[in-house]
């Protein structure tokens, strides 16, 4: 069951919705505007969200860590230093 939702849009997303039903797309403009609403849920929902961290940090590597820490030696080293003048 669909429950009819009323919303404005933009002429120029209205144009693009009509255009892809009229290029055969969709079967009409609701099945367009609830497919990107669907997607957009899905790309948004907190199991994607949390994959998405999973695949984009899933191993650290640990040749950053050390360059992170040598970055970290020599700001330390070079605030002491400037603080003894």
């Known amino acids: 069951m669909s ?13 693009a919705v009509d255009s892809a ?9 609701g099945s367009v505007i609830s497919a990107a609403v669907n997607e957009w849920l899905a790309r948004h929902s907190e199991d994607s969200i949390a994959r998405s961290y999973r695949t984009r940090y899933h191993d650290p590597d640990p040749q950053n860590d050390e360059i992170v820490a040598a970055i970290s030696r020599f700001a330390a080293a070079a ?7």
Do not use: F, K, M, Q
Not at 79 to 85: G, I, K, V
């Open 21 to 29: 039903v009229a290029a055969g797309l969709a079967p009409n403009r």
């Open 79 to 85: 605030c002491l230093a400037h603080n003894e003048h």
């Open 3 to 15: 429950i009819p939702v009323t919303t404005r849009l933009d002429e120029s997303v209205v144009t």
